[in-house]
């Protein structure tokens, strides 16, 4: 029974396209991030939502755009995509601040 | 500015020898400090937290604040144990924030 669920785990498409990766978890946590890792492994926060409530939004172009139509989901939209946008996103959450996060299986997406 | 340092991007050991994955952060507050580790191609998943103390897959880490340190350690290191390993901070700054270090990736040779 996967905790953190994310969909597609693959993603390939054209640059200009707009895409969305949803994201579920049945953890029944209070909050929920966006992470995105680079070709190098970096992994670096873009957003976080605390009970639909958007409360980290690290300098990430206004092209993500994240959604929460209630606490258990956190989705992210992604306007005219770029060749710099493919990266492995990750989704977790957490019981709330400073508690350990939960991680889901990525999604990679790959700009042609 | 808070910060997490994780000095060695590849680390290499043999099988049975010691490992010690550096991590050094900066907050001058009370931290909170967790080891991730991401085995190939898998999610991202806790590895053990500072408050707990615990030993998990023969790894620790000890909190030294004098250092500003969390390094992990394991005394035999396993083929297994080959994978990512990240070093995060958790800190209060306003709401909470999470860092997480560059990555140090861990080759455990045969």
């Known amino acids: 029974d996967t905790a953190v669920s994310q969909t597609p785990k693959y993603l390939v498409t054209q640059m200009g396209n707009d895409k969305s990766i949803k994201c579920e978890q049945n953890l029944g946590h209070d909050t929920m991030y966006w992470y995105k890792q680079d070709s190098k492994k970096f992994l670096k926060i873009m957003f976080s939502?605390?009970?639909?409530?958007?409360?980290i939004n690290e300098t990430v172009p206004n092209r993500f755009s994240p959604k929460s139509p209630d606490k258990a989901h956190l989705n992210l939209h992604i306007n005219s995509l770029e060749l710099g946008d493919s990266a492995v996103y990750f989704c977790?959450?957490?019981?709330?601040?400073?508690?350990?996060?939960?991680f889901g299986d990525g999604t990679r997406l790959s700009i042609l | 500015a808070q910060r997490v340092t994780q000095p060695e991007k590849l680390l290499s050991v043999f099988k049975g020898a010691p490992v010690e994955l550096k991590c050094n952060y900066s907050?001058?507050?009370?931290?909170?400090l967790f080891w991730y580790v991401q085995y190939s191609r898998q999610r991202l998943q806790l590895l053990l937290r500072?408050?707990s103390r615990e030993s998990i897959k023969g790894f620790t880490a000890d909190l030294n604040k004098g250092e500003t340190s969390f390094h992990l350690k394991k005394p035999f290191a396993q083929e297994e144990d080959s994978a990512m390993y990240y070093c995060?901070?958790?800190?209060?700054?306003?709401?909470?924030?999470?860092?997480f270090g560059t990555g140090t990736r861990l080759k455990v040779l045969a």
């Open positions: 939502y605390n009970n639909k409530e958007l409360i």
């Open positions: 500072h408050i």
């Open positions: 907050y001058s507050g009370s931290p909170e």
């Open positions: 995060a901070l958790s800190f209060t700054s306003g709401t909470y924030k999470y860092i």
């Open positions: 977790a959450s957490s019981p709330g601040g400073g508690q350990p996060q939960h």
